[in-house]
C-alpha cells in the first residue's frame, strides 16, 4: 500500500471514529440536560414558575457550581471525540482542581439544610444523609479517575460515575414539573429510578463491549447504592439527626 493510501486509509479510520456515537460523551450530555430540567423551576426559570421568594445567595453559588461542573465534563468529552486529546489532558488538570469547589459548596449547602432541622423525624435527616455521602463518593471517583487517568477504560467510568453521584437532587426535582406525575413526594422515587436507569445502561454498554462488567463500574455502583442505604438508615433511625446535633 502506498503511503499516499495509507494516510487516506487512516483519516477514513479517524472520520469513522469521530462519527460513531459515544456513550460516554452522549451519556455526560445527558447528564447535563438532567440538570438543566431537574433545576429549571427552581433555579434556572425561577420566576416564570412563579417562586416569590428569594433564594440564599449560597445556593444560587452553589447551582451555578454544579452547572459548570457538568458542563466541563461534556466539554471533555467533545474534545476526545475530536481527538483534542492535549487540551483535553490541560482541561483534565482544571477538572480535578474544581471538583474540590463543587465539594466546597456543596457542603455549605448542606449545612445550611442541616440548620434548618430541628426533628429527627423530618424526612429531610435522609437528604442531608444522602448528600454528604454523595459528595464523598464523588470525591473519590474523581480522585481515582486522576489516578487511572492513562488507563482510558476505567478513568472515564470513573468520571461519569463521579457525575452520577451528584445528579440525585436534579432527578429527584423532576415532579416540580406540572407533566410528571406523583408531586413533591415523589422526588426520591424520581432519583431512585433514574440512577438505576443509569447504572443499567452503563452494565448494558459493559456487557456489549465487554461482554462482562468493567471493575470500575460495578463497584462504583455497589459504592453508591451502599451509601443511598446508609443515607436511609441513618435518617429514618434518628440517628443521623443526633450525629449532626450532638
Known amino acids: 500500500m502506498s503511503s499516499e493510501a495509507s494516510e487516506h486509509h487512516v483519516a477514513l479510520i479517524r472520520g469513522i471514529g469521530r462519527s460513531r456515537p459515544s456513550f460516554f460523551f452522549a451519556a455526560h450530555v445527558v447528564l447535563l440536560v438532567v440538570v438543566l430540567l431537574g433545576f429549571s ?6 420566576s416564570a414558575f412563579h ?3 428569594q433564594l440564599p ?10 452547572t ?3 458542563l466541563l465534563t461534556v466539554m471533555q468529552g467533545l474534545l476526545i471525540r475530536t481527538q483534542r486529546l492535549r487540551l483535553h489532558r490541560q482541561l483534565g488538570y482544571v477538572a480535578a482542581g474544581y471538583a474540590a469547589v463543587v465539594i466546597v459548596f456543596g457542603t455549605l449547602a448542606n449545612l445550611m439544610l442541616i440548620s434548618q432541622i430541628d426533628s429527627p423525624a423530618d424526612g429531610e435527616n435522609i437528604v442531608v444523609w444522602g448528600n454528604f455521602f454523595t459528595l464523598v463518593m ?3 471517583f474523581v480522585s481515582l479517575a486522576v489516578v487511572f487517568r492513562k488507563r482510558p477504560e ?6 461519569l460515575l463521579a457525575s452520577m453521584s451528584i445528579v440525585g437532587p436534579a432527578l429527584a426535582r423532576f415532579p416540580r414539573w406540572p407533566i410528571f406525575a406523583g408531586g413533591f413526594e415523589a422526588g426520591r422515587n424520581y432519583a431512585i429510578a433514574g440512577l438505576l436507569t443509569m447504572f443499567a445502561l452503563l452494565l448494558t454498554y459493559d456487557l456489549v463491549t465487554r461482554k462482562k462488567p468493567h471493575p470500575a463500574s460495578w463497584i462504583g455502583m455497589v459504592l453508591i447504592l451502599a451509601s443511598l442505604a446508609g443515607a436511609v438508615f441513618l435518617g429514618v433511625t ?9
Open 51 to 53: 417562586h416569590v421568594t
Open 138 to 140: 464523588f470525591a473519590a
Open 68 to 70: 459548570v461542573w457538568f
Open 41 to 46: 423551576p427552581s433555579f434556572y426559570l425561577r
Open 154 to 159: 476505567a478513568h472515564k467510568r470513573l468520571m
Open 238 to 246: 434518628g440517628i443521623g439527626y443526633h450525629i449532626l446535633h450532638g
Open 57 to 66: 445567595t449560597l445556593l444560587y453559588v452553589h447551582g451555578a457550581v454544579l
